[in-house]
């Protein structure tokens, strides 16, 4: 089993940054892929960013060059850096992780919110 905790989230005004973190425990050694989902209200669950155990990543077209996804090893911690928000952005952010490189999602964290704003 993975356990995956989101902290980072709140409220920022249009054109400004956040980063999200999300600290991994359990069976850590056996995930070889993790990523960020959205879900705004009324809206589907979408994938933001992914990254695999090889460094691999993925980005949605609304974050591209935005958004950067990353990982470090040592401390178990996934970040999503966000720059550039948009109102569009706002949505809760959970992080997840699973143990196969293709197909869906096993493990998910609680989610944060984050609202972009004036």
């Known amino acids: 089993q993975v356990q995956l905790v989101e902290s980072g989230g709140g409220l920022v005004q249009p054109g400004g940054s956040l980063r999200l973190s999300c600290a991994a425990s359990?069976?850590?050694?056996?995930?070889?892929?993790m990523g960020w989902h959205r879900q705004a209200p009324g809206k589907q669950r979408e994938l933001v960013a992914s990254?695999?155990?090889?460094?691999?990543?993925t980005y949605a077209d609304s974050v591209r060059d935005r958004f950067t996804i990353s990982i470090d090893n040592a401390k178990n911690t996934m970040y999503l850096q966000m720059n550039s928000l948009k109102p569009e952005d706002t949505a809760v952010y959970y992080c997840?992780?699973?143990?196969?490189?293709?197909?869906?999602?096993?493990?998910w964290g609680q989610g944060t919110q984050d609202t972009v704003s004036s």
């Open positions: 997840t992780a699973d143990n196969q490189i293709v197909g869906t999602y096993n493990y």
């Open positions: 359990g069976s850590i050694s056996s995930i070889n892929r």
């Open positions: 990254i695999t155990s090889l460094g691999s990543t």
